[in-house]
């Protein structure tokens, strides 16, 4: 699988600089992974690429894993029906460890 990782804060004004890296993972021969564990800030804008993204991906019989987005992240992929397109995944935060 190919990762993508999108981290910091990705609004309309970041969106110029994530066309290289999603045509980069159009190329893939792989399902492509997004690691969203860094990501602080995002609006609809990343969640529509990531939609364009998975369906490309679909098309080539790919799927679209969304791995580790936080609560706030989840919820807007949640809020715009991105979880819903049939190759996408959203692969939940992982527990933090119990300390004894």
Sequence with gaps: ???LRVTGDEDRATSGGRR???SAALKATRDVIVDLSELN???SSLMIDLAVLA???RARGRTLSLS???PHVRRLIELTGLHRLPSVLVIA???AAVRA
Aim: glycine share 6%; proline share 17%.
């Design 41 to 43: 800030f995002a609006d």
């Design 55 to 57: 369906q490309r991906l």
């Design 93 to 95: 935060s992982r527990p």
């Design 20 to 22: 290289r890296p999603i």
């Design 68 to 70: 580790e987005p936080k």
């Design 1 to 3: 699988m190919g990762v």
